[in-house]
């Protein structure tokens, strides 16, 4: 007799791709939300007259190391 317990399921590398593909999509936004948020900070308050994007570089970092933080925090929770 066969045991349903044993066999492997079909879902479960189905269900894997579309949560790792999703972390492009999640690190993309994050990225954005950052670049959004330090152009405002730029115009609102102007560090350089040049027009240097200090804000913006600095929100986009800071945002993409939060999105690794989490993809990776993510990964290794699973195993």
């Known amino acids: ?30 990225i954005l939300i950052g670049y ?7 115009r609102k308050f102007p560090l350089t ?3 240097t994007p200090i804000f913006t ?3 986009c ?3 993409a190391g939060i999105a690794m933080y989490l993809f990776i925090r993510q990964v290794t929770r699973e195993k």
């Open 49 to 51: 007259d040049a027009g």
């Open 61 to 63: 970092l800071i945002f």
């Open 36 to 42: 959004f948020l330090g152009a405002w900070l730029d």
């Open 1 to 30: 007799m066969i045991n349903k317990e044993n066999q492997p399921s079909k879902k479960k590398p189905f269900n894997n791709y579309i949560k790792y593909s999703t972390a492009g999509f999640q690190m993309l936004a994050a």
């Open 57 to 59: 570089a600095i929100s």
